[in-house]
């Protein structure tokens, strides 16, 4: 890390006691190392300092919820096609790769193509592909194809795949809270004709109710506006503290301008927290060498509106710049401790109520720190 005042402030902490903070948001458990969605990630996350923990939710053939960042990744995030049973009922079968028109592995299995039974046989792996397999065990064989900033060293013991009904009494049983996104479905809705989009999100908030969490300890999400508005109109209490993920600035800069432009409106409609992925947040004044504030961070507290961001510890070794989730400032990053100045600009200037990460320590040591 460059030398500076925050680094001596981060210095000077070493020694505080950590406790948890709920600054500090689990990103799918702790997929850094473990396995993500499994019950292994959610208690490595528990164990540095998060406060929240998230579950993507999806749902099965027989309209269960689970926790998987994807409708459809069970082929790259699970051992289904381990299982031939299973495996044959995936969307898309295993096709090999071709070394002949170099066309390359390929699979799809969703959440949506199994029971919750069948779902809870499987186990949890690292989010990985190969995509020069010849066949199904090469696919699976992540050692290569894992990057090695990672490990697969906890996918090995079969890491537990998680229901919703599952996730909350473990993440309540820690004093823990929750954020829970409902998962765009890849097949089509209806879901067998009659389970719509309305249905998949109410049954997110009857599976907290029928826990008896209340609607303060949980943080829905959506990329969806529709699903936020939702909750907004027959939830309130839970639409109350519902997260609009907005990836709109990642299509194209016209659409970060329009999403700038948006939020006055947002904040009228009645959403009252923002989380788009961090890059969005700050910006490189190239004239100080600084990073700071954006115009989408700025314009989201003139509306009013809350900030979360996501999430930091996905990007590697950052002496390149930190690829795409440091789009607009790579030239001002190139040591991992600017991490730490990103995450500085993002709570003390940008003034986020949360961070997602993937190891979860990152943020609760800095939380700590300065007593968010």
Known sequence: MDKGDLKDEL?????????????????RGAPLMFPEHSKEGYMAAARMGAGIIECDVSFTSDRELVCRHSNCDLHYTTNILAKPDLAAKCTKPF???????????????????ITLSEFKSLCAEMEATTFNALNTSEYMGRTGSTPDWRTNMYAYSCAETMALKEYIPLVDSMGLDFTAEAKEPEVKM????????????????DTFKDADIPASRVWLQS???????????NDPAFGAQAVYLDERGDLSDEGYERAVASLPRLAEKGVRIVAPDLWQLVAADNA????????YATA???????????????????????????????????????????IDVIARQVGAIGIFSDWAATITYYANCFDL
């Open 223 to 233: 990329f969806l506006p529709r699903d936020i508005y939702y909750w907004l109109e």
């Open 95 to 113: 096709t090999p790769y071709d070394p002949e028109t170099g066309e390359e592995a390929s699979a799809e299995c969703c959440t949506s193509d």
């Open 288 to 295: 100080t060498g600084k990073i700071v504030p954006s115009s």
């Open 300 to 342: 989201a507290k003139e509306a009013g509106l809350d900030i979360i961001t996501w999430s930091f510890e996905r990007s590697g070794p950052l002496e390149s710049g930190g690829g795409s989730y440091y789009t607009g400032i790579n030239n001002l990053i190139n040591n991992d401790g600017d991490e730490y100045t990103v």
């Open 11 to 27: 210095e000077a902490c070493s020694e505080k006691p950590i406790t948890t903070s709920h600054f500090s948001i689990s990103h």
């Open 190 to 205: 209806p879901f067998q004709g009659d389970y719509t989009q309305n249905e998949f999100v109410q049954q997110i908030v």
